[in-house]
């Protein structure tokens, strides 16, 4: 049983058996399949959507975050958000207004509980004409290109994937009790993971079908071959296809990583504690022992995202 390899910290132990290996050794057969239906069997529309790349996302009483995380998304080529509110009782509609009032930001009530998959299921389906790519992220991700600067200029060696994985970076408290609140969440937390960790968020093509809506971290795209229907795997941003819970990189290093999604999962220890206290959309149940086996984990410092640090603050400037 082993907890991380070259690339990638394993959320959950890796056992190494001779079951796995022999998954393993199918995986570039596997590959090779699905480049061929998806080369030979060309899913695109062929009709152009209004918007290119969206982002839906559910919230629960984190107005303090949006307007970061908005901006932030609109500056790497982001256009759109599908953004369905799940019961918050904060100043939410105050700061998405003028987002809204632009077109940027479509707001949607959604006072299901549990909310999470069934407000994806909805917005796929109800807006998937509208945007050629969406993801479904949360307040607390973000998707960092680390080369190209717009997301755009990155997909375009994706384009005829149904659905692209992009791992998680995951960023802890950098030793802060209390977050300041005169300062960004990229700012602030810069202490991480030494490496990728194997869960991924996608973004998914929308000219294929969702094969699965309830598990966002491994959305699987669907099409028609011979008359019957085939399920593809979503692809790492290393090209490999993502099967049996198997991530691959070749003989890549995390240098090699062109993406990740930073995610700020606990922020300050207040942070996390609110966090903690107001659950989440899907009632997932959280604790101290996972706090800290996620914290003791934060052994390196990424300010890749940096990068994009001054431009945010004078766009949020010249927010009305």
């Not at 995986?27 to 998806?38: G, I, N, T």
């Not at 909310?115 to 998937?128: D, K, L, S, T, W």
């Not at 093509?205 to 669907?222: I, L, R, S």
């Not at 049996?244 to 300050?268: C, L, M, V």
């Amino acid at each position: 049983m082993r907890n991380e390899n070259r690339m990638f910290i394993h959320d959950r132990q890796q056992n190494y058996t001779v079951k796995y290996y022999i998954k393993r050794l199918l995986l570039p057969f596997l590959d090779m399949l699905y480049e061929s239906v998806l080369r030979i069997k060309k899913n695109r529309s062929g009709i152009k959507k209004k918007y290119k790349v969206s982002i839906c996302a559910i919230f629960k009483n984190e107005a303090k975050y949006l307007n970061e995380w908005i901006t932030y998304h609109l500056l790497i080529g982001v256009d759109h958000f599908y953004l369905y509110n799940n019961n918050s009782n904060d100043d939410f509609k105050n700061v998405l207004a003028s987002y809204i009032d632009n077109g940027i930001v479509e707001l949607i009530e959604w006072p299901m509980i549990p909310g999470q998959f069934p407000a994806y299921e909805h917005c796929f389906v109800n807006r998937r004409g509208e945007t050629q790519w969406i993801s479904f992220l949360d307040i607390d991700e973000f998707i960092c290109p680390l080369y190209e600067t717009n997301i755009n200029d990155w997909l375009k060696n994706y384009s005829h994937y149904p659905s692209i994985a992009i791992y998680w970076k995951m960023f802890g408290t950098s030793g802060l009790l209390q977050e300041d609140v005169n300062k960004l969440v990229i700012e602030q937390y810069t202490v991480c993971w030494e490496k990728l960790d194997d869960v991924s968020k996608v973004l998914f093509n929308t000219d294929f079908e969702v094969a699965n809506y309830t598990n966002h971290h491994f959305m699987e795209g669907k099409l028609k071959v011979l008359g019957f229907s085939m399920t593809i795997p979503p692809v790492n941003e290393f090209k490999k296809f993502i099967k049996y819970e198997i991530h691959r990189a070749g003989f890549k290093s995390p240098k090699d990583s062109t993406i990740q999604i930073n995610h700020y999962w606990s922020k300050s220890y207040r942070s996390m504690e609110e966090k903690f206290s107001r659950g989440d959309v899907n009632n997932h149940d959280r604790d101290l022992n996972l706090f800290y086996w996620h914290e003791h984990k934060n052994k390196s410092s990424d300010f890749k995202i940096w990068r994009y640090l001054i431009q945010l603050k004078v766009n949020l400037k010249k927010l009305p």
